[in-house]
């Protein structure tokens, strides 16, 4: 019953930003570690930023530092990521997941996804 729609994906160019925004149905997200993950064509999936409950401690991959925020907007049970200074490698599917245990992990081991939104970055 727990249902994660991703929304705000697009096309932009080098240097724009975007804001993906991770809505739950189903469950408080608010409880929930979520965390945003991307998968490139012919690419592992991979971590991008994760957002812990409570204390809403975040983590970031490396590349994205500096660049991407991940936030909570519990009014709207919703987590946004705003990506900043996008480069075409970010291009990618963008997907939410969560985890009950409040637990950053691996993609692997995250259990509730969504379907993903598409982000292109290019000129």
């Known amino acids: 019953q727990l249902q994660l729609v991703e929304s705000g994906g697009g096309l932009v160019q080098p240097g724009g930003s975007l804001r993906l925004s991770c809505t739950a149905s189903?469950?408080?997200?608010?409880?929930?570690?979520i965390g945003w993950f991307r998968q490139a064509p012919g690419k592992e999936r991979e971590g991008v930023s994760c957002?812990?409950?409570?204390?809403?401690?975040?983590y970031y991959a490396d590349s994205m530092k500096g660049r991407f925020t991940i936030s909570r907007d519990n009014a709207k049970n919703t987590v946004v990521l705003q990506m900043n200074s996008l480069r075409p490698e970010d291009t990618a599917i963008y997907y939410c997941?969560?985890?009950?245990?409040?637990?950053?992990?691996?993609?692997?081991?995250?259990?509730?996804w969504g379907q993903g939104t598409q982000v292109t970055v290019s000129s």
């Open positions: 997941a969560a985890n009950r245990r409040n637990r950053c992990l691996p993609a692997r081991s995250m259990p509730y």
């Open positions: 957002i812990r409950a409570s204390n809403d401690s975040t």
């Open positions: 189903g469950f408080t997200l608010d409880r929930y570690a």
